[in-house]
C-alpha cells in the first residue's frame, strides 16, 4: 500500500471529522486513531490513483478493497476499514461536502466466528501465583492480575486506572471505558486483599515521595502501558507452564467472563460487569460456556 504524506486537503477533511465525531460521540482516543489511519491510508492511495477523499466512488471502494485482500489484509480488518468510511462518508453528507454515501451499498465481509481465548481455572490460579509477591514490581503484578481477573477489565482499562477510581471501603471500582462510559464494578475479597497490599507494601516503594496519579505504577512513575502489560502476560503466562498460543492479552478478561456463566451468571449482569454497549457482544461468551458444558456432558455421562 501507498506511503508518504497525506494530501493537504483531505488531512484537513480527515482532522474536522474526527473533531466532529469527537464533541457528538466522546469516542476515545484510540479509536480516534484508528479512524485516523484507516483514513489516510485510503488518502494515500486515492492520491496514487490521481482523485482524493471527497471524490471517491464505490468503484474506487471496491478496487481498494481488492488491493487490500490482495495484499492479505483480513477480513476483520477490511470490516473495520469499511465502518471507518461508513462514518466519514456519512459526515460528509450531513456537511452537504458530497450529495452520496458511497459505502451505502457496500457490504461488510464475512467475518469468522471466533470465540474468546479463556482459561481453565486451574491455569488462572497458576498465572495469578506466578509473579514474585516479595518484590514490588511481582507484587504489584499479581495485584493487577488479580484486578483484571476480578472485575473482567479490558487492559487500556486496567493500565489507565487512576488511584481515585478505587474505593477500598466500600469495595468497588470506578472504570471509564469505550466511548468514555463510567461504570462501577464489585471487587472481591481476594483482589481487595492484594490491592491493599499492593498500596500498602509495594505502591510506596515504587512511587517515593512522587504524588503520582496512576493507580499502577512503573519505577519510571508511568502506568504500564498495553504492550507492557502483554509482556508481563507472556512472561508469567510461560513461567506457569501455560502454553502461549492459549493466551491473549484480554485472556483474564475472557476467562472471567466465560467463568460466570459457567457458575450461572445472568447474561444482562454480565454486559453490565463487562462494560457491552449491546448485549450481542455480550452473548459470545454463551458459545464458550455451551462448548464447555459439551465437553463435560460427553465426559461424564453415562451416553455421552
Known amino acids: 500500500m501507498q506511503r508518504g504524506p497525506v494530501p493537504e486537503a483531505d488531512s484537513q477533511a480527515i482532522a474536522e471529522f474526527l473533531d466532529a465525531l469527537w464533541a457528538e460521540s466522546g469516542v476515545a482516543q484510540a479509536t480516534l486513531e484508528s479512524y485516523r489511519r484507516d483514513l489516510e491510508g485510503y488518502a494515500r492511495w486515492r492520491e496514487g490513483q490521481g482523485g482524493g477523499l471527497a471524490g471517491a466512488d464505490r468503484a474506487a471502494l471496491f478496487d481498494y478493497f481488492a488491493e487490500r485482500t490482495h495484499a492479505g489484509y483480513s477480513p476483520r480488518s477490511n470490516s473495520r476499514l469499511l465502518s471507518t468510511l461508513r462514518a466519514f462518508y456519512n459526515h460528509c453528507v450531513r456537511r452537504q461536502v458530497r450529495e452520496d454515501d458511497p459505502t451505502a451499498l457496500i457490504d461488510p465481509p464475512r467475518l469468522p466466528r471466533s470465540l474468546p481465548k479463556a482459561l481453565s481455572e486451574t491455569d488462572i490460579d497458576a498465572l495469578l501465583n506466578a509473579p514474585d509477591i516479595d518484590d514490588a514490581i511481582g507484587l504489584r503484578d499479581r495485584a493487577m492480575f488479580e484486578l483484571m481477573y476480578a472485575c473482567g477489565l479490558r487492559v487500556s482499562e486496567l493500565c489507565n486506572l487512576p488511584s481515585t477510581g478505587l474505593n477500598l471501603r466500600q469495595g468497588v471500582l470506578r472504570v471509564m471505558g469505550k466511548g468514555s462510559k463510567e461504570r462501577m464494578v464489585p ?16 505502591r510506596p516503594k515504587i512511587a517515593g515521595k512522587r504524588a503520582l496519579a496512576p493507580l499502577f505504577l512503573e519505577h519510571s512513575g508511568e502506568a504500564p502501558s498495553r504492550q507492557r502489560f502483554w509482556g508481563l502476560v507472556k512472561q508469567y503466562a510461560a513461567a506457569a507452564g501455560i502454553d502461549p498460543r492459549r493466551i491473549s492479552p484480554h485472556g483474564l478478561r475472557h476467562s472471567f467472563a466465560t467463568h460466570l456463566l459457567n457458575r450461572g451468571a445472568d447474561l444482562r449482569a454480565l454486559q ?32 455421552g
Open 187 to 202: 471487587l472481591g475479597e481476594e483482589a481487595q486483599h492484594w490491592l491493599q497490599r499492593y498500596l500498602t507494601e509495594s
Open 272 to 303: 453490565l460487569l463487562l462494560g457491552h454497549s449491546s448485549l450481542s457482544t455480550t452473548q459470545i461468551y454463551t458459545l464458550v460456556a455451551r462448548e464447555h458444558l459439551q465437553k463435560l456432558h460427553a465426559k461424564h455421562h453415562p451416553r
